[in-house]
């Protein structure tokens, strides 16, 4: 009966758990089977079994229970990715994955949900849980979240690296509220720094106020930093020895007081000492006033013919007197008052004649108020004199009056002479520039005469002649004897002439004539011969009268017999000039195009070719070359303005590159030496940029060297580390490589398999390839060891099985968990054994074996899989202790496994 029970029983009830697992995939997850399930997958004591029906269940609350609940670690693991991944994929309802959330307690779950949740909501709250900056910055850079959730998220940042990092990369507006929220930290980071220099500097003007002189000043510059110091107050508070610098402010005001009061007092005395000459410098100003106020009146009274109201005026005089002698006013201040008094009542005693005076001067004005103004110089000459007179009598008569002249008339005189003045004031200094004329005239005509220049002065004297002629009767009398002087040397010049220039103008007639009948004279040098003699001709002056005429038609007639035969000559010359004007008509046409055409390399070299040729052309006639010239220049000019700029923009280019060129030097080695050679192919590019040029490109390359010169000096160190590292690589590649040849255990073996991983070698390296190919070595005697060690546990545990006590304790370990399990049911010990010889391949003779055959070709259709040496191994152990009649059995093992 209980061998039927045992072959009609589930398999999920199965001893074996490898049944077991198999038979669940036969169930279903219905009302039937689900409750066999649930059994199996949390009282099962297979791990794999398990696994098995919770995948088959494969509900979230299940795998939710086996992670907290099973006592499996590896299964645990399983059971929480299977609840991640169900979380991730939203194969769960909303209300239960917020449950799960709020319940699980596993950060590593958590943070991932935090990454991969696609709801808002509980991200943000997943987030605000964990509070893990690179949460923070991982979310702040997607768009799943609201603004407002990405401004509390960016409010738990405070690493200010972190927060300038995410300022360039944060889109806005976050990127902006964030750049202002940096700019505000620094600022009050860098506040107490400012305040605290605000606060010394303050203290120090105000240590230095009562240094600078003047007290007013200072007090001035104290109340000042006194209020900057009021209003630094707020920010005081800021500094950490706030009361400290407070201290030392009341200390420098106690000191400034104590210096000040002294000064104080002598500025409160000087201060009383000048209201005192302030009210001294009013009395006397009163007092002026008062005496200004009299000679007024008594003017008024004067111009209107008052005089017997005058007798006031005295007693008010002698009033002023009084007061002036009563004031506390200076001894010099009270005598020129005094004076000026005294004088006043003078003046009041002196009335009649100075009534007497104030008729004529106002006679004299009405006189010349009748006179005509002149309007030539014949007019002038005759009223000068007159005019003087009336200055001169005016004058006078205002100096005897002074200040009892009535304003009326001043103002009367002064019209009436500005109307004079600006008529008279011309024709005085046209008189004196035509005096000074003839003076200088004469005084030139005794120097050409002392310095023998006779010709020029018959022309000088007759514009003397002239001069002199239009001077007043007063000017030539001054200039009478000079001027008599000048014609009696002009006399004796005339006589002198005539005797010298007669026998010379006959000696050049003569020469004229032999030109003239000359063959042997080239007409260039004939043209100059007659022009010389000209020249001469004119220079001899007047010959004796009678022959004078004769001489003058003699010379003319003789100059144009010898100049007869230069006219042919000149005639070529002229025709020559003509084509030279042609010539030069090209130069400017082609001068004209070139201003059309680009600025290469070849328009400099056509520029000068063209100046070159213009040079080379040979004359022109003078008016014409003149304008030729004239468009010459503005052409010239106009193309060397084009090169010129051309010039100064490439000098602006190239000074930019030597500006950049310059800045490469801040910059790593590697792109200097980039940056420099994009600038080389750039000044190429660039053409000439003048006188500069030269220097410019020796300033440029002098940089581009140095960047290349560090660059040669870091590949030298580079190379100089790199042996070195090279030298210590292979240093201890020979150690690790020595010590990899001794090993001769898995242990020692382990140890230098390390050490060789762990070297740092460079890449590419032969030392690289050589670690590697001794790697697999070493791996390839770990693995021979193992595989040994792997095979000698089979001769350990056969060695072991012969002693039919045999205990777990004393087989490998590899075999303990398989023995003696007692689990296994379909086959014995012996037909095990054959099973493992007809597996192996090995010769087997035993009676049983077909049946064997029969039970494996069972198995393997029953469970779909094959059968191993080692899995049949495990079965035939699960017997226990071999018992002495099952000896032959091990030694049939023994040989399987040898």
């Not at 006399?491 to 007639?509: D, H």
């Not at 070529?572 to 008509?585: F, L, T």
């Not at 021979?784 to 099985?801: G, I, K, P, V």
Request: proline content about 2%.
């Amino acid at each position: 009966m209980m061998i039927f029970k045992r072959w009609f029983a589930p398999k999920w009830q199965h001893k074996d758990a490898a049944v077991r697992q198999q038979a669940i995939a036969g169930l279903n997850v219905d009302a039937q089977h689900k409750e066999i399930l649930h059994e199996l997958a949390f009282n099962d004591g297979h791990e794999a079994v398990r696994r098995a029906a919770l995948e088959k269940l494969n509900e979230f609350s299940l795998w939710w229970q086996a992670s907290k609940q099973d006592n499996a670690e590896r299964l645990k693991q399983y059971a929480e990715s299977q609840l991640v991944q169900m979380v991730l994929e939203n194969r769960i309802s909303a209300p239960l994955k917020r449950q799960f959330i709020e319940e699980c307690h596993r950060s590593s779950i958590l943070e991932k949900l935090a990454l991969t949740e696609a709801d808002a909501d509980i991200r943000f709250s997943l987030i605000m849980r964990l509070k893990k900056t690179e949460l923070l910055v991982a979310n702040l850079q997607q768009d799943l979240l609201s603004l407002e959730q990405k401004r509390q998220l960016l409010a738990l940042i405070t690493d200010q690296k972190q927060l300038e990092k995410l300022s360039k990369q944060l889109a806005e507006p976050l990127a902006s509220e964030l750049k202002l929220q940096l700019q505000q930290l620094q600022q009050a980071k860098d506040k107490p720094v400012q305040v605290r220099k605000v606060i010394n500097l303050l203290l120090a003007k105000l240590n230095a106020v009562r240094e600078r002189g003047d007290l007013t000043q200072m007090q001035q510059k104290w109340q000042q930093y006194q209020q900057e110091w009021d209003a630094a107050q707020s920010d005081l508070a800021l500094l950490d020895d706030a009361a400290e610098l407070t201290q030392k402010f009341n200390k420098i005001k106690l000191l400034t007081e104590a210096v000040w009061a002294p000064m104080v007092k002598e500025q409160q005395q000087q201060q009383a000492q000048q209201q005192k000459l302030a009210a001294l410098k009013q009395q006397q100003q009163q007092l002026e006033t008062e005496l200004q106020a009299l000679q007024q009146e008594l003017a008024q009274l004067m111009s209107e013919g008052r005089l017997d109201e005058t007798d006031p005026l005295a007693a008010k005089a002698t009033s002023l007197l009084q007061q002036l002698s009563q004031s506390d006013l200076a001894a010099a201040v009270k005598t020129n008052l005094q004076k000026a008094i005294t004088a006043f009542e003078r003046q009041l005693q002196q009335l009649p004649a100075q009534a007497e005076q104030l008729f004529k001067l106002t006679r004299l004005l009405a006189d010349w108020s009748a006179a005509t103004i002149p309007t030539d110089a014949a007019q002038f000459q005759h009223i000068e004199a007159k005019y003087q007179q009336w200055q001169q009598e005016w004058n006078k008569g205002r100096k005897t009056l002074g200040a009892m002249l009535p304003d009326s008339l001043a103002e009367a005189q002064q019209q009436l002479n500005a109307q004079w003045q600006a008529v008279m004031t011309g024709f005085a200094g046209q008189a004196d520039k035509n005096l000074k004329s003839v003076r200088s005239k004469l005084a030139e005509f005794r120097r050409l005469y002392e310095a023998g220049r006779y010709k020029v002065l018959f022309g000088l004297f007759k514009g003397i002649q002239q001069s002199f002629a239009e001077l007043t009767p007063a000017q030539q009398q001054q200039l009478t004897k000079d001027y008599q002087a000048a014609e009696q040397q002009l006399q004796q010049l005339n006589e002198l002439q005539n005797y010298i220039a007669t026998p010379r103008k006959q000696e050049l007639v003569a020469q004229m004539q032999a030109l003239a009948e000359a063959t042997d004279v080239e007409a260039p040098e004939r043209a100059e011969q007659v022009k010389l003699a000209r020249a001469t001709w004119q220079t001899l002056g007047r010959a004796d009268e009678a022959v004078e005429q004769e001489l003058n038609q003699a010379f003319n007639l003789a100059c144009e017999q010898a100049f007869a035969p230069c006219r042919d000559y000149f005639a070529a010359q002229d025709e020559q000039r003509k084509q030279n004007a042609v010539i030069k008509q090209q130069i400017l046409a082609d001068l004209t195009a070139l201003l059309d055409q680009p600025l290469d390399k070849g328009f400099d070299s056509q520029l000068t070719a063209l100046q070159k040729s213009w040079r080379e052309s040979g004359p022109t006639e003078s008016a014409l070359y003149k304008e030729l010239a004239a468009q010459f220049k503005t052409l010239v000019d106009t193309l060397k303005g084009r090169v010129r700029a051309l010039h100064e923009q490439n000098l602006a280019d190239k000074q930019q590159l030597v500006e950049k060129a310059q800045q490469l030097l801040t910059l790593s080695v590697d792109e200097a030496v980039a940056g420099a050679k994009k600038l080389q192919q750039d000044w190429k590019q660039i053409g000439f940029s003048g006188k500069t040029d030269q220097q410019l490109w020796s300033q440029f390359r002098l940089i581009c060297d140095q960047v290349f010169a560090n660059k040669t000096a870091v590949k030298q160190q580079q190379d100089q580390q790199w042996a070195e590292q090279q030298q210590q690589a292979e240093t201890q590649f020979s150690e690790v490589a020595a010590q990899c040849a001794q090993a001769t255990t898995a242990a020692e073996l382990h140890t230098a398999q390390g050490a060789l991983k762990a070297l740092d070698l460079p890449i590419k390296s032969v030392l690289s390839q050589q670690k590697q190919q001794l790697l697999a070595e070493v791996q390839q005697k770990l693995d021979t060891l193992e595989q040994s060690a792997f095979n000698a546990s089979y001769q350990q545990l056969f060695d072991a099985l012969a002693q039919t006590d045999v205990t777990a304790e004393a087989i490998p370990t590899r075999f303990r968990e398989d023995f003696a399990k007692g689990n296994e049911s379909q086959l014995t010990r012996a037909q095990l054994t054959t099973a493992i010889e007809l597996i192996s391949g090995k010769d087997c003779v035993a009676a049983d074996k077909a049946q064997v055959q029969l039970q494996l070709l069972s198995d393997k259709h029953n469970s779909g899989k094959s059968l191993t040496v080692d899995a049949l191994l495990k079965r035939w152990l699960s017997f226990g202790a071999v018992k002495s009649e099952e000896q032959g059995l091990v030694q049939r093992l023994k040989a399987v496994f040898a």
